[in-house]
């Protein structure tokens, strides 16, 4: 079993940053490969970003490369999303996700836990 539980959401103005955390509680969490998605009320859950168990395995939405990054430290069972030139359609509630297995996946669905969200507002 694995809690997760974000932190670091609030509100920027165009062309600002935030960063993310993700904290996973759980014996085997730093095994896991990690993933970022977000949802607003008029679109569906969308990947944003994921992570492998192993930090080189990254990937990315088109929407968000170049922008965001993602990273984990396992020693402190933190997963990360560095988000630079944040514009008002990265408005989103963000969510921390994890899957019991090393290698990072693209779909929501494949993620078996779930942080509680985070709320990201990018203003103009």
């Known amino acids: 079993q694995v809690q997760l539980v974000e932190f670091g959401g609030g509100l920027v103005q165009a062309g600002g940053s935030l960063r993310l955390s993700c904290a996973a509680s759980g014996r085997t969490s730093s095994s896991y490969a990690m993933g970022w998605f977000r949802q607003t009320p008029e679109k569906e859950r969308e990947f944003v970003a994921a992570i492998g168990r192993y930090s080189w395995s990254t990937y990315y939405a088109e929407s968000v490369k170049g922008r965001f990054t993602i990273s984990r430290d396992n020693t402190k069972n933190t997963v990360y999303l560095q988000m630079n030139s944040l514009k008002p359609e990265d408005t989103a509630v963000y969510y921390c996700?994890?899957?019991?297995?090393?290698?990072?996946?693209?779909?929501?669905?494949?993620?078996?836990?779930w942080g509680q969200g985070t709320q990201v507002t990018v203003s103009s």
């Open positions: 996700a994890a899957r019991d297995v090393g290698t990072a996946a693209l779909v929501g669905d494949m993620y078996g836990y």
